[in-house]
């Protein structure tokens, strides 16, 4: 093959970000675009302008700017002011048509009214959306409308079904809510009865029931392991309502050694800086996936390191790509750019050091670009 | 010196793999070879060619295939073909031999038909090798064959000293049998004897009766431990039947500072993914040691950084190679192979930044290679 | 700007270490040089030799050769003689005027005897140096002082306010006294009297009361926080008194969560191996800042990769320098200079992937190295 081919075949290849949020469909101000560029504050930052002093701030001058037709490594101000004359739709859709990502897969867990649905998303970026299920919003809706939580165990199940119809997978955001050093075998029927009689009496500030109860959070999991539908765990890296330590994934050991589980993809994702236990888990499971999205977009020029990290033990089957992106669509975009960068330096380092042939080079990036999502979720 | 003497001198370095097992010495199919290139596993791949998307499975066709008269990243089909025509014990005599190897210090704890003993690997790889004895092993067959639990207690440190006499080091497992995050203070003769009638009243499922008691295990670590031999502790990366995060070394923290411990090698096996951890321990107790074994193998061309990493706070006079070969004998080649080249590109690279000097360097690797080995473990 | 000037810009720019001890003023033996050279014991190493034959022994010996008029890589034997025959002083002259730092902030909670001190530091390095105030220390000669536990709450608020006012922050020890898994809310005061009774009828062995009661530390922290005073936390690698896993950062969460805390900004230093946690942290709470110091001097060549992976998703204006050498002046010089190797390869290796502009990159190194600790610490 010629030289230089394989970085033209990484700039090529089609991906599949499975694990996704929409992007700002209406304009906003530069706070808004500065905050969206912190993951882990979770109050508006006293200080928003030091968002470009970050790696991800390198990283969007650099990549992003030239989307806008302005110059590499542009002004902060000249790429906000580029910006606002483009409009965020106008963004959005050069970001996310230059990303070369054919399939999104979204997690409608955000929603909002703020953000672009499935519909808008496969209009703006030229792509399919496909939707993955909340785990918590099913069982929070759930709760405010049953008479009787007798009834849960039954009404979860059936719910949960119908959202699935049309849906790829599912996703629990257990280390937001109570961490992974919990008991997450299966609870017997009984136990989630009470335990949703409790919340609906109990149900915590506000008018919002937001789940932590372990107990029907492993329901909600098992009920979806069930179903044998692709199951995703938020893992690491997030914002700092959720204790990092105890979102390392390695505490899910117990319950992948579950027979029943086996049978269930289980999608760790992110992963950050636990991605080296993941890839452990990876390779110790059949049934275990992983990707390193989100901090990719955070870590920036640092990235290649990490998507180094997650080419350890984890087999080439069972890593995927996402970007995580949510809010300005540079985000989905840089995920991309940034994938794309790190593995051209990282497996092409391979060929490089002669560790493995171009031809397997090529088809370990099609693995992880888009065969390992197509297969496991059953996309078309 | 003249150039591209050191990756030479790297090249011809005579290694002590100072913890590996037994090779297969008889014909078997490809399913028990596919499924001896995953670690985590503890039952058979359902996909076991999967095994061959991976980093060990790249690393296999690039390095081993010349030793079978392959080209280069040989295909799985041919590579198996090959390997099948020559024999397993022909693939072993070769391997082996091709590692470069002078001293197998081999753990029996697996010792089982399948692979070959201490004449075996002697025999095949022309090879000096030596017993490392399994303590736990050594407390199982005791405690199905005396006839009263308070003899345990002598009875165990007696045959301790037997086994021993013709070993260089013991092992424990307790990184498999109970974590590392116990209570492993030496404990009374009373405490033991009273487990030991526990134990033996209530041996656990089958007719073996597994060691997990914490206070046999500590009582035999400490047994050990006085008797001053090299210690090998199981560290970090291993089948998925062993808590990973309960194996962070920095749990020992408690027995290390124990004055009666510091007399006793103490030897980190694997370490990964907490190699930089057990280096801190190489660097806070004079007395522990480390390798990255078993783990440079599954990461493949990943193991230039792991190897590197395990080169931080360790001093190079506590840094040994070893391969934790288990079955096909591309894993007691590969180990050495992909260390040489880590050794290579890593202390070469201090070469080339004159971060040292090439005399510093050559001097380094003979420690980690086999001085370091032959000294802690008095070896010929 | 010309090719190589990058690499200049590196070597010239003046630096802030926001954490240091005092060196060693007089001749000590080649034992006390040795032992200076390990971190991680806590008593005579009985084979001090060894602690040459490490990343740091190595380091030494080619960056620091040349101070001493020796050529690169001298032998132990001759740089030993060689320091011999400068005498401690002059070598602590030479060391600390090379190391290019216009501000030392001095931890004086080691301020014995054996070390200069502020003052020393200033006459024989010809910068300037500043206090940190040690907290557990005010608390441990407060205890010895006070009639009655009741006057404890008042008394330790008027001794800290007093000690700092010529000091620019504090430090707590907090890691080596009872790790990070604590309950660190602000005790009340009631709590904190009968803490100080406790401790005042039960001060330890000796005579030094050694602080270790959380109760008391938290206070100590909390009195701290209400003051508004950079706090430093001693994080991760130390010597082995401390349990390491113990000393995580992500422990702090609950505690950083805290509104009272947010205005203070938390110095984590050190870190190591801990460092991708600290960034998370750094990342999440925007009065968290961090370091590598301590570890980039012991880690040596292999500092390159600790300071990249502090360059994750710290914000460049939330990342420091600093040494923490104590003893050896070498080690107030390495600190800088193996700081300004890993930034111009680090940051140098972004501007030639183009990952950021010339521009961009000076302006980060000026954050690191003296703009972010100027401003948070107030310095003139």
Same mark, same amino acid.
């Given at each position: ?21 929409? @992007?700002?469909?209406? =304009? ?64 959005? +859709? ?18 909002? @009214? ?6 808008? *998303? ?22 405010? #409308?049953?008479?009787?939580?007798? =009834? ?41 009865? #009470?335990?949703?009689? +409790? ?18 959070? !492993? ?7 069930? *179903? ?11 914002? +700092? ?40 888990? !990876? ?11 989100? @901090? ?7 990235? +290649? ?6 080419? #350890? ?11 995580? !992106? ?27 050091? =002669? ?26």
């Amino acid at each position: 093959m010629a030289g230089g081919s394989f970085p033209d075949f990484v700039e090529q290849v089609s991906l599949i970000d499975h694990h996704v949020h929409g @992007a700002f469909h209406a =304009d906003g101000d530069e706070a808004r675009f500065q905050n969206s560029l912190n993951e882990g504050n979770t109050e508006p930052l006293a200080k928003p302008e030091d968002t470009y002093n970050t790696q991800i701030g390198l990283a969007i001058r650099r990549w992003c700017s030239g989307i806008l037709d302005l110059p590499r490594h542009a002004s902060p101000a000249d790429y906000w002011s580029r910006r606002s004359e483009l409009s965020e739709l106008e963004v959005c +859709r050069r970001m996310t048509r230059a990303a070369g990502v054919s399939d999104w897969l979204i997690d409608t867990g955000l929603d909002a @009214a703020d953000y672009l649905g499935k519909a808008g *998303m496969a209009g703006v970026s030229g792509g399919r959306t496909h939707e993955i299920v909340r785990l918590e919003l099913v069982a929070e809706s759930l709760i405010q #409308e049953i008479a009787n939580p007798a =009834d849960y165990v039954d009404e979860f199940g059936q719910r949960l079904h119908e959202l699935t119809r049309s849906a790829v997978g599912v996703k629990t955001v257990l280390a937001y809510r109570a961490g992974f050093d919990q008991d997450l075998s299966r609870p017997a029927p009984a136990a989630v009865v #009470e335990a949703a009689r +409790r919340w609906q009496e109990n149900p915590g500030a506000g008018t919002n029931a937001k789940l932590t109860d372990v107990t029907l959070i !492993a329901h909600g999991i098992h009920t979806a392991v069930s *179903m044998k539908l692709p199951l995703q765990f938020h893992v690491g890296f997030g914002d +700092r309502d959720l204790d990092l330590h105890k979102t390392n994934p390695l505490y899910l050991l117990d319950f992948l050694r579950s027979p029943k589980v086996r049978d269930t993809p289980i999608m760790l994702l992110h992963c950050y800086p636990f991605e080296r236990e993941a890839g452990y888990l !990876a390779h110790a499971f059949e049934n275990v996936y992983i990707d390193v999205g989100l @901090a990719v977009n955070f870590t920036g020029s640092r990235s +290649r390191d990490l998507v180094a990290r997650s080419f #350890e033990l984890a087999p080439f089957t069972k890593i995927l790509y996402s970007s995580d !992106a949510l809010g300005p669509a540079e985000l989905h975009y840089l995920g991309a750019r940034l994938w794309r960068n790190a593995i051209t330096k990282v497996v092409g380092g391979w060929i490089d050091d =002669d560790d493995c042939s171009e031809a397997d080079a090529r088809k370990i990036v099609q693995l992880v670009a888009h065969d390992n999502a197509r297969r496991v979720y059953a996309l078309p």
